[in-house]
């Protein structure tokens, strides 16, 4: 116990000292999400919208205002014919025109299912999809409001394609997965250079020659390590909630639990890593590939594990972030109890166990 | 402390890396208070057999006790008995002179009466009186090291490693690390210590040279020089060396020269040789000689006749 408090003060103040370190550590991830968040969200808001309003009545005027004020849709012009639609779209002046037809205000009026179009360039699938969403759901919303009831609120000539988000809240979404990201970045590099850099200097091989077990040296090292993660997983969540709009339906203690039990695995990983790395350009070599490209890429993250090839969704199977996202968003987006999250919870305890038995079976035998 | 028990006893301890010998059969006891060097050139297999006699790498065959503690059935007790102070002096950096101490006083276990005390005293010994709030970092060579001694005896072991405790020091901050040895020493506690400064081997109780490996020399120095008896070493300085040496050898009765410095040694095959015999072919070939002289055997002549005789070259 004394002896891994001495390990846990001894760490500290390594880092502290490094304040450079620590300032990465604890403030890049929250960059990051600014960063992407941004990215992200620019992407799919202020979408340049022509409008061709061949009706001018007070409903097609409505429909119009419901385009702008969604903020989804910024209108860049007013046009009269289907020729100046094609030049706008053409010369990328406009994204997406709205048209609605002669007899749209008379049909709502008579409940008659009226039409309206939009076209969309459709350069970038991903864009155009969205934004058939955004206007699908605009022009429903506009519908309900413009008839005050059901049945048949205007429905649009295209078909509507699948869109994940019915909230129209992409970065929300991705929101999640950025926690992921980032805390893999800072726990499994951190642990693992930690060590590593104590192997390159030597300090690591007098500390072995001391009476100190595995264990107790393992937690003094850790534990550091994952206070900070913690904070750091703190300050991007209140950054999303800030910035984004980030809501918290469930429950704090849930989120907790989630988060420590991801750290932990994250924290395993650098430390098994470090036991098999010697130079701290191999280790983060090794981060990159068992921890970065899998979170990014295998854990429903970016594309949907659902649509991945066979063979790639059996690997997600091991990867941490897969069931952490599933965990977070349910918390944080949905507001799901924990114990509808119990498989979730399960998983990502058996992989931090597991890395940290593995880990410090390895630093033991390394000691011989 | 009793002198005439043995702190160290090593039997037939071997290691292997892969099919890699680094250490063969190595057997040899260190008395109490002893203070015991061991030489070899760069990659003899000193680290490793220290690292084996610390509980730190487990030996491929062969045993030994510290301490009367098996290392390979009980490495963690040998842990708490001795000290070690790696050949890097590995501190910690980051951390100011203070806080190296606390920390290792910390894994060593000590309470925090005990380790006020011998931080007091590691404070006093090294000399670092008034700097124990500057980094590690930022200490010159010489407190570098006694910090990392002083950090290595906090616990106040029987028995120390010391392994190139010396290595890039200024020789003034070398004569003051042997003196703390040698107080250490007198206080009862036993020193293994290596180097490759054979200046610094004369200051051992006993030596034992180690190449490839295999353990070629052990006793005092005065012991291991014993090699030499019957064979006069002629020290010879003249104003072409490489030329004298190689005419040298082809002399009857030369066993071997080498260069030291830009004096040769010229080692006899027995007393019948006479001086005159070696100059006279020198001076015909018109190599002017300085001076011709017998010199007792220094570690260095044993040392180079060792590798000799296990066919070998230094490294
Ligand atoms: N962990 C290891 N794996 C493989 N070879 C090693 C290992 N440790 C040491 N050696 C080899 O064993 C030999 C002896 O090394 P070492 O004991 O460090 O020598 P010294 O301390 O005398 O310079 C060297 O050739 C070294 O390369
Ligand atoms: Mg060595």
């Avoid at chain 1, 690997?315 to 944080?332: E, H, M, N, S």
């Avoid at chain 2, 106040?156 to 003196?179: A, K, N, Q, Y």
């Avoid at chain 2, 002549?301 to 230094?314: C, H, K, P, S």
Wanted: charged share 20%; proline share 5%.
């Amino acid at each position: 116990m004394r002896k891994a408090l001495a390990v846990y003060r001894k760490e500290w103040r390594q880092i502290l000292r490094d304040r450079r370190t620590l300032l990465i550590l604890v403030f890049v991830p929250a960059f990051f999400l600014l960063l992407y968040g941004y990215a992200l969200n620019w992407d799919i808001r202020h979408i340049a919208l022509a409008v061709e309003d061949r009706d001018n009545s007070p409903e097609s005027r409505a429909l119009v205002s419901a385009f702008v004020n969604s903020s989804y849709f910024d209108q860049v012009a007013l046009i009269h014919s289907p020729a100046e639609a094609e030049r706008l779209l053409d010369a990328n002046e406009a994204r997406a025109v709205l048209v609605i037809p002669e007899r749209f205000g008379r049909d709502v009026t008579n409940g008659v299912s009226p039409q309206v179009q939009v076209l969309i360039n459709g350069d970038n699938a991903n864009t155009a999809t969205t934004v058939i969403g955004y206007a699908t759901s605009i022009v429903r919303g506009a519908g309900v409001s413009l008839r005050g009831a059901p049945p048949a609120g205007p429905r649009l000539s295209a078909e509507p394609r699948i869109w994940y988000n019915p909230e129209l809240r992409s970065t929300l979404f991705l929101v999640p997965g950025l926690i992921a990201y980032i805390l893999m970045i800072t726990a499994v590099i951190s642990t693992a250079l930690s060590i590593v850099k104590e192997k390159e200097v030597g300090t690591i091989e007098q500390v072995r020659m001391a009476p100190i077990g595995t264990f107790p040296f393992v937690v003094g090292k850790s534990i550091p390590y994952f206070l900070i993660s913690l904070t750091s997983a703190a300050l991007i969540i209140l950054a999303a909630m800030a910035l984004f709009g980030l809501p918290m339906r469930g429950n704090w203690l849930s989120l907790l639990l989630a988060l420590s039990l991801f750290i932990a695995g994250a924290l395993g990983t650098g430390l098994l890593i470090s036991t098999a790395a010697d130079t701290q350009q191999v280790a983060f070599q090794a981060a990159m590939l068992t921890s970065f490209l899998p979170t990014l890429m295998l854990s429903g993250f970016i594309f949907p594990i659902s649509s991945m090839p066979r063979a790639l969704q059996l690997i997600t199977y091991v990867v941490p972030a897969r069931y952490f996202l599933v965990a977070l968003r349910g918390i944080v987006l949905k507001g799901t109890p924990l114990w509808l999250l119990a498989p979730q919870m399960m998983a990502l305890t058996i992989y931090a166990l597991a890395m940290l038995a593995l880990a410090s079976v390895r630093l033991a035998r390394e000691a011989r | 402390m009793d002198k005439n028990r043995n702190a160290i006893e090593v039997r037939r301890l071997t290691r292997r890396f892969g099919g890699f010998v680094a250490v063969s059969d190595v057997s040899f006891d260190v008395r109490e208070g002893e203070i015991f060097g061991f030489l070899g050139s760069n990659g003899a297999g000193k680290s490793t057999t220290i690292r084996m006699l610390c509980g730190l790498l487990a030996p491929t065959s062969g045993h030994a006790t510290v301490g009367g503690v098996d290392v390979t059935r009980d490495p963690e007790g040998v842990k708490r008995r001795i000290g070690y102070m790696s050949q890097r002096f590995s501190l910690y950096e980051l951390l100011t002179v203070d806080q190296n101490i606390r920390f290792f006083g910390g894994i060593y276990g000590l309470d925090d009466a005990r380790l006020a005390e011998r931080r007091r005293f590691v404070i006093d010994m090294a000399g670092l009186a008034g700097r124990e709030q500057t980094l590690a970092r930022d200490l010159a060579g010489g407190w570098r090291q006694r910090l990392a001694l002083g950090c290595a005896i906090l616990h106040e072991p029987r028995i120390l490693f010391l392994d190139e405790p010396t290595g890039g020091v200024d020789p003034l901050s070398r004569r003051h690390f042997w003196r703390l040895i040698d107080t250490l020493s007198q206080s009862g506690v036993t020193v293994l210590v290596t180097t490759h400064y054979l200046d610094e081997a004369e200051r051992c109780h006993r030596v034992a040279l180690i190449h490839a490996g295999k353990l070629a020399a052990i006793g005092t120095t005065t012991e291991v020089k014993q090699i030499f008896s019957g064979r006069p070493i002629l020290e010879i300085r003249t104003d072409r060396p490489v030329d004298a040496m190689r005419i040298l050898d082809a002399t009857s009765g030369v066993e071997k020269t080498s260069l030291f410095g830009t004096a040769l040694h010229v080692v006899l095959r027995g007393r019948d040789v006479t001086p005159e015999r070696l100059v006279s072919p020198l001076r015909a070939q018109g190599i002017a000689v300085e001076s011709v002289a017998e010199v007792a055997p220094s570690l260095e002549d044993v040392f180079l006749e060792v590798i000799d005789r296990a066919g070998g070259t230094a490294a």
